[in-house]
């Protein structure tokens, strides 16, 4: 079944959802644009998660493309899915790790069980993704994923954003 898509524009640390994604660096220790809002309103209890997690298994960062799960702090979900998207390259099609990003999100959220899903414009921000290809290919990697979550929201911070996922929606 394919789960049910929505859009938002807004706040993504103000979304309910079983489990927010943060466009994250590879260092997992916070940073500017959505990174540093989910840490700073989720708390310090997402910061330690992700201490611990470049103590253990993530000792070189977070790879691009791939995903890992922390406790959602404060925030209104149960969990934060950190990804880390590619910087946009006029050179080289980094488009498959884009897309990876959301599906390898979903595959961490089918093994948390979560059913709601709130995603960000990965890599649109500080990576300078350009928004309508961005949005193109999210929509479509969510779309294809093999996945048992329920609802995916895109939480898009401005109009801008907005109408570039409503296009690659429709």
């Not at 209890?45 to 253990?56: K, N, Q, T, V």
């Not at 979900?77 to 979903?106: F, K, M, N, Q």
């Amino acid at each position: 079944m394919t789960p049910t898509l929505t859009l938002v524009q807004g706040d993504i640390t103000r979304q309910s959802a079983d489990a927010i994604v943060n466009a994250a660096n590879s260092s997992l220790l916070g940073g500017g644009g959505v990174d540093g809002a989910i840490h700073r309103r989720g708390g310090p209890e997402i910061l330690a998660e992700c201490r611990a997690l470049r103590a253990s298994r993530y000792g070189a960062g977070l790879p691009a493309g791939e995903a890992v799960a922390t406790t959602a702090g404060r925030l209104d979900a149960r969990w934060v899915i950190h990804t880390v998207g590619p910087v946009h390259s006029e050179t080289e099609d980094r488009s498959a790790l884009l897309a990876s990003c959301y599906r390898s999100c979903l595959r961490v959220a089918d093994d948390l069980g979560a059913r709601t899903v709130a995603f960000p414009a990965v890599s649109t921000g500080v990576y300078r993704w350009p928004l309508p290809d961005a949005a193109r290919i999210a929509v479509e990697a969510v779309r294809t994923a093999d996945t048992a979550v329920e609802e995916i929201t895109f939480v898009l911070f401005d109009e801008w954003a907005y109408e570039a996922f409503a296009e690659a929606v429709d």
